[in-house]
Structures are given as C-alpha cells and as structure tokens.
C-alpha cells in the first residue's frame, strides 16, 4: 500500500472517529439532560437516547450528526420562545430560567465540535439524508446563530 493512500485510510478513519466522539458526546449529554427535564420531556429525551446509541453501533455519523442538530435547533428555538415569554411577562420564574439556561449552555460543546467536523468536509457540506438534501454548513450556520442570539436574550 502506497504511503499516500495509508495517510488518506487513517485520514477518513480519523474524521469517522471524529463525528463518532461528537455523538457520543451527545448522548452523554442527553443522559445527563434526563435528570433535569420536566418528568413530562424524560420520554423524549429517553427515545433520543435510544435513538443516539443506535445510530452510534450502526456507525451512521452523517445521519446521526444531522438528527442531533436538528434536535438542538428545536431545543433552541424553545429555549428562545420561553425567554421572549419570560422577557415580555418579566417572569421572576427562576426554576424556569435556570431550565432554559442548561438547555442553551448544553449544546456550546455540540456546536464547537459540529463546526470542527465541517472543516474536515471542505467545500461540499452537502448530504442527503433519506429524500432530503441538507447543507451542514447552513444547519451548523442557523444552530450557531440561534445559540448566539439566546445568549444575548437570556443576559438581557
């Protein structure tokens, strides 16, 4: 085997490992979620769970880094609904601001780690999943601009 085609084989396998940690990090991530959410969410997050160690034994890192950004672009699009609520009622409501608040600070790792595989992908961000063509860069783009613009609110 030539030297260049040695470095490409453990090149890929390095990224594969990498997109590897970043769901099962996830998963760390939800299980520690589970002893925090409203008992009315632990399902949820429970079929996440179960869905996350799937996709990991199964080794789908495409597939399984677009769910998990499409879960935390859902998270964050609450957490951002429940502080203009909690902004516009000026809710002293601590236990739910400091809710809101773990859900925001628990995808910083997700989204540091998502961009750091992009860079791995170069131009072509693009992948299909299923019927659907999703561009990874838009989707990291929208988490990171949503995660960006919760902050802000949530120091106001």
């Excluded at 085997?1 to 390095?14: G, L, N, P, W």
């Excluded at 949820?44 to 672009?73: C, P, Q």
């Excluded at 299909?128 to 949503?146: A, C």
Aim: glycine share 4%.
């Amino acid at each position: 085997m030539s030297t260049r085609r040695v470095a490409r084989f453990h090149q890929v396998k390095e990224d594969v490992d990498k997109v590897i940690n970043l769901l099962k990090n996830a998963n760390e991530v939800e299980r520690k979620r589970i002893k925090i959410v409203p008992k009315k969410d632990t399902n949820d997050v429970k079929k996440r769970i179960i869905e996350l160690e799937a996709l990991i034994a199964d080794e789908k890192k495409t597939e399984g880094l677009h769910r998990y950004a499409k879960w935390a672009l859902e998270d964050l699009q609450g957490a951002m609904e429940k502080l203009t609520i909690s902004d516009t009622l000026q809710s002293r409501d601590f236990t739910n601001l400091r809710h809101i608040k773990s859900v925001i600070d628990s995808y910083a790792g997700f989204i540091s780690e998502f961009h750091d595989v992009l860079d791995e992908y170069g131009e072509d961000t693009s992948i299909t999943i299923g019927e659907e063509e999703v561009d990874l860069k838009q989707l990291w783009k929208d988490i990171d601009d949503l995660y960006q613009s919760c902050i802000t609110s949530f120091k106001k």
